[in-house]
């Protein structure tokens, strides 16, 4: 059996972590010394060290881990690692899409000389919106879920025979914004009114372009909420947005288009 300072050196492991590791169930030593307490491991356990370790690597919490660890089957734990691996994926891409957006602020910093510039570049106009008629799906849901609340919308089209018009938007019900669980509608424009779940009439907005990913679209709205104020106007309606070029015309993210509307009046 191995001591824990050579079961720790040999997984390249700390004790600290080997002790945690014991205390939360994940790995407990084969044998615990009653009289010095000194903690042993059996060789067999370097390969579950190591597995856990790997597990980590993947990005799992060490609650994933305790859960992966009690499957019976195999099967499970590889629909298990696909997932895993979209999620890295899909994190790779966000990172990949935030670090060109560092770099192009720092591009204009050097420029410009001005660290608020990025901020500064929407221009406001006040117009009515276009008139749409259009499918739609209201729930609470997380930006996240945008994907799994869109399908129904795109699978009733050929169903009940409605041609789409391309532009896709989402409206906002909550005076708060919570990332993770919001009051949002989903709608997709068609072109037959008589087959539409809502017509959006034209209302007067103050509304801004906005290019780039939608991580971003919170500097949009900062900019048309702060022209609103500034100008003898307040916000008369939810908020929406107009997705006019996205990744599925094949763009890059710095390359979207959006459309942010905030229904107004004269004060």
């Given at each position: 059996?191995l001591?824990?300072?050579?079961?720790?050196?040999?997984?390249?492991?700390?004790?600290?972590?080997?002790?945690?590791?014991?205390?939360?169930?994940?790995?407990?030593?084969?044998?615990?010394?009653a009289?010095?307490?000194?903690?042993?491991?059996?060789?067999?356990?370097?390969?579950?060290?190591n597995?856990?370790?790997?597990?980590?690597?993947?990005?799992?919490?060490?609650?994933?881990?305790?859960?992966?660890?009690?499957?019976?089957?195999?099967?499970?734990?590889?629909?298990?690692?696909?997932?895993?691996?979209?999620?890295?994926?899909?994190?790779?891409?966000?990172?990949?899409?935030?670090?060109?957006?560092?770099?192009?602020?720092?591009?204009?910093?050097?420029?410009?000389?001005?660290?608020?510039?990025?901020?500064?570049?929407?221009?406001?106009?006040?117009?009515?919106?276009?008139?749409?008629?259009?499918?739609?799906?209201?729930?609470?849901?997380?930006?996240?879920?945008?994907?799994?609340?869109?399908?129904?919308?795109?699978?009733?089209?050929?169903?009940?025979?409605?041609?789409?018009?391309?532009?896709?938007?989402?409206?906002?019900?909550?005076?708060?914004?919570?990332?993770?669980?919001?009051?949002?509608?989903?709608?997709?424009?068609?072109?037959?009114?008589?087959?539409?779940?809502?017509?959006?009439?034209?209302?007067?907005?103050?509304?801004t372009?906005?290019?780039?990913?939608?991580?971003?679209?919170?500097?949009?709205?900062?900019?048309?909420?702060?022209?609103?104020?500034?100008?003898?106007?307040?916000?008369?309606?939810?908020p929406?947005?107009?997705?006019?070029?996205?990744?599925?015309?094949?763009?890059?993210?710095?390359?979207?288009?959006?459309?942010?509307?905030?229904?107004?009046?004269?004060?």
């Amino acid at each position: 059996m191995l001591q824990i300072g050579e079961f720790s050196r040999i997984c390249q492991v700390s004790v600290k972590t080997l002790h945690h590791y014991d205390r939360i169930g994940l790995l407990a030593p084969a044998k615990v010394d009653a009289l010095t307490g000194y903690r042993y491991y059996e060789t067999e356990q370097i390969d579950a060290m190591n597995y856990i370790q790997r597990l980590k690597r993947y990005g799992f919490s060490l609650d994933e881990i305790q859960k992966l660890l009690t499957l019976s089957d195999d099967r499970e734990m590889l629909v298990r690692l696909r997932q895993q691996k979209e999620r890295l994926k899909q994190e790779q891409q966000e990172r990949a899409i935030i670090l060109n957006e560092l770099q192009t602020h720092i591009s204009v910093f050097e420029r410009t000389g001005d660290m608020m510039t990025y901020q500064k570049g929407y221009r406001i106009e006040v117009k009515d919106s276009p008139a749409m008629n259009v499918l739609t799906n209201r729930a609470m849901m997380s930006v996240d879920e945008f994907g799994k609340y869109y399908s129904p919308l795109f699978e009733r089209v050929p169903k009940e025979r409605v041609t789409p018009t391309g532009i896709n938007g989402s409206r906002y019900y909550d005076k708060e914004f919570d990332r993770e669980s919001s009051d949002i509608e989903l709608f997709i424009g068609i072109k037959e009114k008589d087959k539409a779940d809502e017509v959006m009439e034209p209302r007067l907005c103050a509304m801004t372009l906005h290019r780039g990913s939608y991580s971003t679209l919170s500097e949009a709205y900062g900019a048309v909420v702060s022209w609103i104020m500034e100008n003898g106007y307040e916000m008369a309606g939810e908020p929406f947005e107009l997705y006019l070029r996205t990744q599925f015309d094949t763009l890059s993210p710095e390359e979207w288009e959006t459309e942010v509307y905030f229904p107004v009046r004269k004060k």
